[in-house]
């Protein structure tokens, strides 16, 4: 019975063997029946296609409409709209996009009825074998100055590299460099230099100072000149440029606007009237606040009065003052001392602030020879309104007459303006001696009848330096 028991199991096992077997292979073979399917349709289906000057994206939608392929792109890897012709008959999906994509960098793959487009990848470039390393050698040498002393902390370089060393206290170095190295020596305040080492391998070098100018001189004070951003306190320089542009009979018209915290007031005389240069603000109501002008170092009293009078250094005519006099063509610069540090100097004079001028002096080795000429009209901007419809008669004193013919306009009374300025300048000398010679004629008429202004100016200056630069004599 037991026996019997078992045979029977025995043959169930192998009868449900026998049904997995069948299973799997009944899979296997539906699976190889769909993959084979896929396959064969890129290989059992062909296209016929005629089309001449259309675009790739017009070809994909002709295939599209004639078969089951579906293309996937994107513009960065194909241009869809570029132009093509093809003409195939009955040609395999392979065959027509080889002939679709000849001649340009792009691939494609058929998976089942989906095309995708990409770009082929670019072969690796052959690399270069670097050349081997140059055999290095060492140098060394000596680093000293003009009169022979060592320059300590000298900067040696390999060019090209970041190879290099220093010098050391005796001004020594040593360095281990390529056979054909250039040395590149550096040192504050001295002139780089660059030296081949070809095939050497001992150097004394000398390094040159470097001659450099000082940017932004201004005139301080009693003919000091000082770097602009080395002073403590406020000053502002004007170059002879912005004087002679737009010229005017009085020089310090044309500061208006062009300096910072000072205020210039040109009066309504005419050519040559007074200018209020007010800097440092009204510090008192009796007397004048007007800036103190200095020229050349030496204080110069501006007197301004209504009426004409001699005060022993200027003459002035009513409304004018004395810096009208100057000549702006002999103007070097003028340094405007504002702060109350910069005018210290010049005591109590100068507590309204400083107007520095600073004339020109002859050239060192070279002469030169400048005529300017400058000339300018003027008209009023604008004509006052007047009520010319009514008027008194003769005799009359009422405030309101009868109607009148007679009309007044004012523009008959306004003269146009005008100002001519003429200069010629000789400018000559040598490191000893330098001269500068002038001459200048201001001639100004205003707008009003009877304003003018002529103004002529002769200048001499000689400058001589004596006993090896020990004396000069300015005059």
């Known amino acids: 019975m037991t026996k019997t028991i078992s045979n029977l199991l025995k043959f169930a096992n192998t009868q449900k063997t026998f049904l997995i077997m069948r299973l799997v292979i009944l899979f296997l073979t539906i699976g190889m029946g769909i993959s084979y399917a896929g396959n064969s349709y890129s290989q059992v289906t062909t296209l016929s296609l005629k089309l001449n000057n259309k675009t790739v994206r017009e070809v994909f939608k002709e295939i599209e409409k004639n078969s089951e392929y579906i293309f996937l792109f994107n513009r960065e890897t194909l241009n869809p709209n570029r132009v093509v012709s093809i003409n195939v008959e009955k040609e395999t999906i392979n065959n027509v996009l080889d002939k679709l994509f000849e001649g340009t960098d792009n691939t494609y793959k058929v998976s089942d009825r989906q095309v995708y487009i990409s770009k082929a990848e670019k072969p690796q470039q052959n690399v270069i074998a670097e050349p081997e390393q140059q055999q290095k050698r060492s140098i060394s040498g000596t680093v000293v100055d003009q009169k022979g002393e060592a320059v300590i902390g000298a900067n040696i370089v390999e060019k090209g590299t970041t190879n290099g060393t220093v010098t050391d206290i005796d001004g020594r170095f040593s360095l281990s460099v390529n056979n054909d190295a250039i040395l590149q020596i550096s040192y504050i305040g001295y002139l780089t230099q660059e030296i081949s080492t070809d095939g050497k391998t001992a150097f004394n070098i000398v390094l040159k100072e470097q001659a450099t100018m000082l940017e932004d001189m201004v005139v301080t004070a009693l003919g000091i000149r000082r770097a602009e951003k080395a002073l403590s306190y406020n000053v502002q320089e004007v170059n002879n440029k912005e004087l002679t542009t737009v010229r005017s009979a009085n020089f310090m018209n044309a500061l208006a606007g ?38 050349d170092g030496i204080p110069m009293y501006n007197s301004s009065y ?143 009848p009877g304003n003018a202004y002529n103004r002529y100016n002769f200048t001499f200056r000689n400058t001589a330096s004596m006993l090896d630069d020990k004396l000069t004599l300015d005059a």
């Open 258 to 295: 062009k300096v910072a915290g000072v205020a210039i007031n040109s009066s309504a005389a005419g050519p040559g009237a007074a200018v209020k240069v007010i800097m440092r603000g009204a510090k008192s109501l009796s007397k004048d606040n007007n800036a103190l002008y200095v020229i």
């Open 306 to 448: 209504g009426n004409g009078v001699s005060d022993g250094l200027y003459s002035t005519q009513p409304g004018s003052e004395g810096a009208a006099d100057i000549n702006p063509d002999d103007i070097e610069s003028i340094s405007l001392l504002t702060g109350p540090s910069a005018a210290a100097l010049y005591g109590y004079e100068g507590a309204n602030g400083v107007v520095m001028i600073t004339t020109k002096k002859g050239n060192t080795n070279k002469t030169t020879l400048t005529v300017s000429n400058s000339t300018l009209f003027s008209n009023p901007m604008m004509m006052p309104k007047f009520q010319n419809t009514y008027g008194n008669r003769n005799g009359e004193v009422t405030s309101w007459g009868d109607a009148t013919n007679y009309r007044y306009d004012p523009a008959k009374f306004f003269n146009t303006g005008s100002h001519a300025s003429n200069s010629i300048s000789l400018s000559t000398g040598n490191a000893k001696n330098q001269t500068y010679l002038s001459a200048a004629t201001t001639n100004a008429q205003g707008i009003l």
